[in-house]
């Protein structure tokens, strides 16, 4: 499997949806109750800064995305959030790693200062083994 991950396109969204809403049922990484429909899917990430699409390059089947948008407005617009979500069928495969390291790149050329995960469940031991494995700081106030 060779993964590449661009901005993602209008014709995604289905399949970015599907693997969204497979995070949001297994109830272990996304504070999401609800599923995406098709229009709401659309509209969710029509409205971020930046969505990146992990597409396996041999198959072209999406495997995973991210979406990248500011924290906050005004003077805490440098801020930024992000999110990612990755198909079970390939977790465990490296595609996470390929996901946030293109984020921080992509967070830096939008013009970001900061980079946080707002979102991340106690539950999402793999996400935070990775955040760990990168050398990202985690906030523990509160925890």
């Given at each position: 499997m060779k993964i590449?991950?661009?901005k993602y396109e209008k014709k995604d969204i289905?399949?970015?949806k599907n693997i969204w809403n497979e995070v949001v049922r297994d109830g272990n990484a996304f504070p999401q109750i609800e599923e995406l429909t098709e229009v709401s899917a659309a509209n969710?990430?029509?409205e971020q800064s930046f969505c990146g699409v992990a597409k396996d390059s041999e198959s072209?089947?999406?495997v995973g995305l991210y979406i990248l948008h500011p924290n906050n407005v005004?003077?805490?617009?440098?801020i930024s959030n992000a999110s990612f979500a990755?198909?079970?069928s390939v977790r465990g495969y490296g595609v996470g790693e390929i996901l946030v390291k293109h984020c921080i790149e992509?967070?830096?050329k939008l013009g970001f200062k900061i980079l946080q995960f707002n979102a991340v469940v106690k539950s999402n031991t793999a996400a935070l083994k990775l955040y760990k494995k990168l050398g990202l700081q985690r906030c523990t106030?509160?925890?």
């Open positions: 590449i991950v661009n289905n399949e970015m969710f990430f029509d072209n089947i999406i005004g003077r805490c617009g440098h990755v198909s079970s992509q967070a830096r106030k509160g925890t």
